[in-house]
């Protein structure tokens, strides 16, 4: 049971850091969440670098908005994605492209809510 309380430890130090390779690299090289901050500063920075870059000019504007409400969306209670957060009177019709380019770029992942557990049988192989 002693290694219990060690492993926990471990986990919030890997929660902290965000799990991201890079980050979690920095901080076992050097025991300091400051620099760890500086990591994951670099790499949003970085994926905001890449939106600019290979994003069409009209999309990027959005999809920087999209990227940057993504916390404040996870950290409701209510955690269904809420157009309104992102600039109030914004519709789905308007960030459903940036929404769809983020997905494919692999920095998000979408969940669709399930309400009722339905198999379907004409996928069966």
């Not at 500063?41 to 970085?46: G, M, P, Q, R, V």
Request: hydrophobic share 40%.
């Amino acid at each position: 049971m002693d290694g219990l309380p060690h492993a926990l430890s471990c986990y919030r130090e890997y929660l902290v850091t965000g799990g991201m390779p890079q980050s979690v690299h920095t901080f076992v090289e050097t025991r300091d969440f400051n620099f760890v901050l500086a990591s994951q500063k670099a790499l949003n920075d970085a994926y905001i670098a890449d939106m600019a870059k290979y994003a069409a000019p009209q999309e990027t504007v959005r999809i920087m908005a999209v990227w940057g409400s993504i916390p404040a969306q996870l950290s409701k209670e209510n955690h269904k994605f809420q157009y309104r957060v992102i600039k109030s009177g914004a519709r789905a019709h308007d960030y459903e492209m940036p929404l769809q380019w983020l997905e494919a770029a692999g920095v998000i992942n979408r969940c669709v809510r399930v309400t009722k557990g339905r198999y379907n049988h004409s996928i069966m192989i």
